[in-house]
């Protein structure tokens, strides 16, 4: 294997390209990136770069140190797996003998935009950099801002409005969090956003419609709601449609195996792919899930049957409202927590919710804990827990 080319210029791709490296491969490496940039931190998109005080060089990632040729503002747009060629959007094409797809994802829309609304902001996501400057560019004239969707990118959004001095409504079909922290911690998070001004409505499927003077929000139920702005995080799509035709899609998805391999020497890692895990084959769109998937792909190209599996443990964080939530372990969780340690602070608590043999999820509420610490308390077997500990909260 002398070529590898790495479709996708995010965490997983750069991941993939050092784990690469690291393994010894010192052949040609070809990155294939849609963005212009280089990799930068996408959770910092939604937790410091909006805030008031932002530190404006939270996303920036050190500079790659892998050598690889970098075709940056490009996107593969498809793929001969039995010529070994990427063919990319400007008519070119890659000859590939290993390859790396983490190719990512892209918000949905709750409406596509026409030719006339393109660009005009009828409709705003958050996933890019350029999407991130333009939210804070227009929040800085503390417009009424309405968000659509209730999952954390939808919460941390609401968050840095409101923190800016917006009035802002949250639109969701559930209570916020709800599907990715179960009802125990959503409750905690609701009751400090309404506590903080936000404004929380649920009316089913919700439409959008342009008005003189904004922008305006129609719901399943009847109800409309009137703004200057909107915001939808209404979750991602994976970005394979590049792979239409090349036969390695299942039902329109990607699914890898527990090396994150598709074929022998074809692997995918991050959001683009679904894996094993101990709740099923799954896709997990998270940071670091991206990363450890993507160090299990590298090693299977290099390695094969050698290479160790990928055992995913989730971790995950999310920040608003005043409040700092870090879990590790799959959620959602059910019901209330099996073990409670408070912190020093009023607000601060470590819970573990047991899954028995395949251990639990561990949850850091404004308590400071190493994340290796808390995946390894999430990982620990029922006898690691002391008598539950009301948590005050």
Same mark, same amino acid.
């Not at 209570?175 to 990715?180: D, F, H, T, V, Y």
């Given at each position: 294997m002398r070529r590898v080319v790495v479709v996708g210029n995010g965490i997983a791709g750069l991941t993939a390209c050092d784990s690469l490296?690291?393994?010894?491969?010192?052949?040609?490496?070809?990155? #294939?990136?849609?963005? @212009?940039? %280089?990799?930068?931190?996408?959770?910092?998109?939604?937790?410091?770069?909006?805030?008031?005080n932002a530190d404006l060089g939270a996303h920036e990632l050190p500079e790659p140190t892998h050598g690889a040729v970098e075709l940056l503002g490009h996107s593969a747009a498809g793929l001969d797996v039995e010529r070994g060629m990427v063919h990319l959007d400007g008519g070119g094409e890659l000859p590939y003998d290993g390859l790396v797809i983490a190719s990512g994802s892209r918000a949905r829309r709750l409406t596509p935009p026409s030719p006339a609304e393109e660009g005009s902001g009828r409709e705003l996501t958050l996933r890019t950099i350029e999407d991130a400057v333009e939210l804070k560019r227009r929040v800085a004239a503390r417009p009424s801002v309405i968000v659509i969707g209730g999952g954390p990118l939808g919460m941390e959004v609401a968050s840095g409005c409101l923190g800016s001095g917006c009035a802002v409504t949250?639109?969701?079909? #559930?209570?916020?969090? @709800?599907? %990715?922290?179960g009802t125990h911690l959503s409750d905690i998070f609701a009751a400090a956003a309404i506590s903080r001004g936000l404004q929380i409505v649920a009316g089913g499927e919700a439409r959008i419609a342009r008005t003189q003077d904004g922008v305006r929000v129609l719901l399943a139920d009847g109800a409309v709601l009137d703004a200057e702005m909107v915001v939808t995080a209404i979750g991602d799509a994976p970005n394979v449609q590049w792979l239409a035709g090349s036969g390695l899609l299942v039902d329109g998805q990607l699914q890898a195996d527990s090396r994150g391999r598709l074929r022998p020497n074809i692997v995918a890692a991050g959001d683009v792919s679904s894996f094993p895990t101990r709740r099923g084959q799954l896709r997990v769109p998270l940071w670091t899930s991206a990363i450890d998937s993507a160090k299990a792909a590298a090693g299977a190209l290099l390695n094969g049957d050698e290479a160790p599996e990928l055992d995913l443990t989730p971790y995950f964080w999310t920040e608003g409202f005043g409040l700092s939530l870090k879990a590790a372990g799959f959620t959602p969780v059910s019901g209330p927590p099996d073990y409670a340690e408070p912190g020093k602070a009023d607000t601060s608590v470590l819970l573990r919710w047991d899954h028995g043999l395949n251990g639990g999820t561990a949850v850091a509420l404004n308590y400071r804990i190493p994340v290796p610490k808390l995946r390894r308390f999430a990982q620990a077997g029922p006898g690691a827990l002391r008598s539950a500990v009301p948590a005050g909260l």
């Open positions: 490296r690291a393994g010894g491969f010192d052949g040609e490496l070809t990155v #294939v990136g849609a963005e @212009s940039h %280089q990799p930068y931190s996408r959770p910092a998109l939604s937790k410091a770069l909006l805030q008031v949250l639109v969701a079909d #559930v209570p916020p969090l @709800s599907r %990715q922290l």
